[in-house]
T-cell receptor
Framework: AAGVIQSPRHLIKEKRETATLKCYPI?????VYWYQQGPGQDPQFLISFYEKMQSDKGSIPDRFSAQQFSDYHSELNMSSLELGDSALYFC??????????????FGPGTRLTVL | KQEVTQIPAALSVPEGENLVLNCSFTDSAIYNLQWFRQDPGKGLTSLLL?????REQTSGRLNASLDKSSGRSTLYIAASQPGDSATYLCAVSTSGTYKYIFGTGTRLKVLA
């Protein structure tokens, strides 16, 4: 069965650079969630999209932006990178149907290292 | 605001023991609860998903229960093996928002 695809899997950047993380949801899934997991921490919700519109927002820095495209893939753009942005970034997808939603399926994550 | 707590934070047991991991949440209006396993530096492996209308789910040596009224879930691991060593996370999806709020995890080590 198809799973959530994230690219790249590993990314190394310098401070103050920009990074773009991509997420390709499971086919027919219309909702995408982004989570950030710092070293030794639990994953924290950043932002979610449903049908290309932002549906919820968590503790996402103003330096970060994200969007969902017409093919439902999503990109997380991170600018002015800081050392503290080094983390594992997970994308999850689900299918919203009416007032309910299917479970979230998580991708393998992108490990971002900021030097 | 939903808060999720896991006890214990760390656990070390000899191989073969049955063990219970606990997850508590403050808002009982949940949509579902999911248990994950995470190996060091790796991604999240989904173990069991319990919908809010369900009381328990089983998969192999794993059994997860849910008591919404008391805001608790337990993950029972039977006959533990060294390969079970990992961090176990519970995550709660609250009705209306669907985003997951994760617990702080239980770091399990099973000794051979």
């Amino acid at each position: 069965a198809a799973g959530v695809i994230q690219s790249p899997r590993h990314l190394i950047k310098e401070k103050r650079e920009t990074a773009t993380l991509k997420c390709y949801p499971i086919p027919r899934h219309d909702t995408v969630y982004w989570y950030q997991q710092g070293p030794g921490q639990d994953p924290q919700f950043l932002i979610s999209f449903y049908e290309k519109m932002q549906s919820d927002k968590g503790s996402i820095p103003d330096r970060f932006s994200a969007q969902q495209f017409s093919d439902y893939h999503s990109e997380l753009n991170m600018s002015s990178l800081e050392l503290g942005d080094s983390a594992l970034y997970f994308c999850a997808s689900s299918q919203l149907a009416g007032w309910s939603t299917d479970t979230q399926y998580f991708g393998p994550g992108t490990r971002l290292t900021v030097l | 605001k939903q808060e999720v707590t896991q006890i214990p934070a760390a656990l070390s047991v000899p191989e073969g023991e049955n063990l219970v991991l606990n997850c508590s949440f403050t808002d009982s209006a949940i949509y579902n609860l999911q248990w994950f396993r995470q190996d060091p530096g790796k991604g999240l492996t989904s173990l069991l998903l319990i919908q809010s209308s369900q009381r328990e789910q089983t998969s192999g040596r794993l059994n997860a229960s849910l008591d919404k009224s008391s805001g608790r879930s337990t993950l029972y691991i039977a006959a533990s093996q060294p390969g079970d060593s990992a961090t176990y996370l519970c995550a709660v999806s609250t009705s209306g928002t669907y985003k997951y709020i994760f617990g702080t995890g239980t770091r399990l080590k099973v000794l051979a």
